[in-house]
């Protein structure tokens, strides 16, 4: 992660793993095999937080589903850091390559912001979001303050508190979109 995809050999990544390199080889064909791997748990983090059935249903039920949706993304950065930043590392470095990483890092994106702007769209029909948010311009909004968190995060992982950073960043989006926000804590809770 630190190096890039191209830079990262697989004896690092046996290394870091306290794994051999034959025991990386007799699970994966290559490097390419581990980060689709890796892709498909980031996948499954990212779209099964914002579409858990029981969640949703617990927010229905107090009036906040698609602002507790929205925040849930700062929590599963502080929870889950470092696949995400992987998947914004990622689409970085594999943007405009025509390879099966892009085309993969990329249905995860599409996924991603499709169901932030369905979300933002139907929290705008229940009166939870404001009316003058477009969905496409917020699920935008949403996706460049992930990846903007994540990545100061990353630049400055020494000097940030990583849970209050990722509060914020819920926060921010939450606020940005709803009718009547308040921080968590502040009484709204």
Not at 24 to 36: G, Q
Not at 48 to 77: C, E, F, I, T
Not at 98 to 127: C, N, S
Not at 134 to 140: I, K, L, V, W
Request: hydrophobic fraction near 40%; charge should be neutral; glycine fraction near 10%.
């Amino acid at each position: 992660m630190t190096r890039g995809f191209n830079a990262t050999t697989v004896d690092d990544i046996a290394k870091n793993a306290g794994l051999t390199k034959g025991a990386i080889y007799f699970h994966f064909e290559n490097k390419t095999a581990i980060l689709l791997a890796l892709l498909d748990v980031i996948d499954k983090l990212v779209l099964g937080s914002l579409m858990d059935p029981g969640a949703a249903r617990r927010a229905d039920q107090q009036g906040q589903a698609r602002r507790r949706a929205l925040h849930s993304q700062g929590m599963l950065a502080e929870t889950k850091t470092k696949y995400l930043l992987l998947f914004t590392l990622t689409l970085l470095e594999f943007n405009g390559t025509d390879t099966p990483i892009e085309t993969r890092v990329k249905a995860i994106y599409d996924g991603f912001v499709q169901t932030l702007e369905k979300i933002v769209r139907t929290g705008k029909a229940a009166g939870e979001f404001r009316d003058d948010l477009d969905a496409r311009e917020m699920a935008s909004v949403v996706m460049a303050l992930q990846h903007g968190t994540l990545m100061e995060w990353y630049c400055r992982s020494g000097t940030l508190n990583g849970p209050g950073w990722c509060a914020r960043h819920g926060w921010c989006c939450s606020t940005a979109s709803c009718t009547a926000p308040a921080f968590p804590g502040d009484g709204d809770g």
